[in-house]
């Protein structure tokens, strides 16, 4: 059996979906994986996918559903479809996916997987987007055998769709609990090369830097923190670093907030922080949040959907919202009384349900499913 996966970027194959190809590789299929693998800043993580034997192509979609050169990136998937002849299309995000559901079925590929990551319309969002994607998606759900989604939000809608097979319901893309729990708490030494003493607080976010992701209402809202004794990392990388760099100095906050740009040590600065903070406008299910949780980390988040599946309110953390500044900043400070052992508690258990074993049975699950039909037909 031949398998496809379709996703925009090399890194979001590489990192969110590797286990899932592995799964298709344990199963004995020859896995394909179209994606944009030449963008810089998008690919650190791509060699994961050569330790699997995966077979890449470049074709680079942009994320904008208005971008032409999409239509030239659609012929040449088209093409490739047509001489590799697969078995299974399993795509992801937004753009791209719609592409791909297109030339799938054109291209009379048997079984087509879309997991939506989080759909572009969504409670409190753009009414315009509403009024575009949700008609597109509920059209391509008649193409899609499979429709994934990974928050009660968006599994509320895929059902409303009538899907040529079966919506599912799955708790994310997994992350490992018990790795997370082994690392070395190493806060010291991590203080120390930030130049940031042991008493101070730190709040941390993780994720592009983008618009979506908020982060200049975060830096805003640190501003307003009376306690000077506290810092706030960032780390990430994307378009808008110049913008928040010149916001920092504007706001007189250079000695205490630092842009880490891309770090892969994530998970070691979690154990060095106070507070995980997160007011993106919208998620599907983050991964980074999840990360948080699972090293014990009382959670600072907006309250969309996706943050509002991970984080009841007042108990592992606060739900806010993204644009009260106000709001954003009480509860940062609200972090100093509060019970932090009974919120790491809560979140330690809380994020049990999303452990990767439990995502990788499902998931294996599914696709034995569906290569038993795939050969009975």
Known sequence: MKI??????????????????????????????VADFES?????????????????HQIKFSRSPIDKS??????????????????????HNAVIGVFAR???????IPYVIYTAHG???????????????????AFLAKWTNLLITINEEDFAHSRRFHVNGKSLYVPGIGIDTEKISKISENGVSIRRELGISNSAIIYLNVGELIPRKNQEALIR?????????????ICGIGAERDKYLSLIEELHLSDRVKLLGYRSDVPEIMHAVDCFVFPSIQEGLPVSLMEAMASGLPCIVSNIRGNSDLIQQGKGGWLVDPNNLNELSTSME??????????????????????IQNVRHIMKNEYSRILATLKMN
């Open 221 to 233: 809202a640190f501003s307003m923190i009376k306690n000077t004794d506290s810092y706030l990392l």
């Open 70 to 91: 999409n239509l030239v990136s659609y012929r040449n998937l088209r093409l490739l479809m047509k001489k590799e002849r697969f078995d299974v299309l399993d795509c």
């Open 119 to 137: 759909f572009i319309f969504y409670r409190g969002g753009s009414v315009l987007k509403s009024m575009v994607f949700k008609p597109i998606e």
């Open 40 to 56: 810089a800043g998008y690919n650190r993580n791509t060699a994961r996918l050569d330790k699997l034997h995966v077979i890449k």
């Open 102 to 108: 297109i030339a799938a079925h054109f291209c009379r």
């Open 4 to 33: 496809l996966f379709v996703a925009t970027y090399g890194d979001f194959l590489a990192t969110f979906e590797l286990s899932n190809i592995e799964l298709w590789t344990e199963l004995g299929c020859e896995v394909h994986c």
């Open 334 to 355: 609200r972090l100093a009384s509060a019970d932090r052992l009974r919120m790491q508690q809560i979140n330690l258990q809380n994020i049990k349900e999303f452990d």
